[in-house]
């Protein structure tokens, strides 16, 4: 069982950053891929971004490609998603995944709470 505590969250003007981050505990965090996902309201949950157990590999989702980073610290235990260039259309709860495998992936077993992102225009 992994367990994951999202913050950073908040509210920032379009064009601004935002830092979330992703504590996670119970079972050995650094063999998880992780993931961060987002769903604003009256949409389906997409995912955002992905990082594999060690670091080394990172996946993004297009509309996110180039303005988001995610990084991992394993001896923290902490997973990242740095924002910049924010866009109104980035508003939603965004929300921290934890996977049973170590590559990057879109197979997500555990979830966080999410934290809520808004960008005002």
């Known amino acids: 069982q992994v367990q994951l505590v999202e913050s950073g969250g908040g509210l920032v003007q379009a064009g601004g950053f935002l830092r979330l981050s992703c504590a996670a505990s119970?079972?050995?965090?650094?063999?998880?891929?992780m993931g961060w996902f987002r769903q604003a309201p009256g949409k389906e949950r997409e995912f955002v971004a992905a990082?594999?157990?060690?670091?080394?590999?990172?996946y993004y989702a297009s509309s996110v490609k180039g303005r988001f980073t995610i990084s991992r610290d394993n001896a923290k235990n902490m997973v990242y998603l740095q924002m910049s260039s924010l866009k109104p259309e980035d508003t939603a709860v965004y929300y921290c995944?934890?996977?049973?495998?170590?590559?990057?992936?879109?197979?997500?077993?555990?979830w966080g709470q999410g934290t809520q992102v808004t960008v005002s225009s």
């Open positions: 990082i594999s157990w060690s670091g080394g590999s990172t």
């Open positions: 995944a934890a996977s049973k495998l170590v590559g990057v992936t879109t197979q997500y077993d555990y």
């Open positions: 119970g079972r050995t965090f650094s063999r998880n891929a």
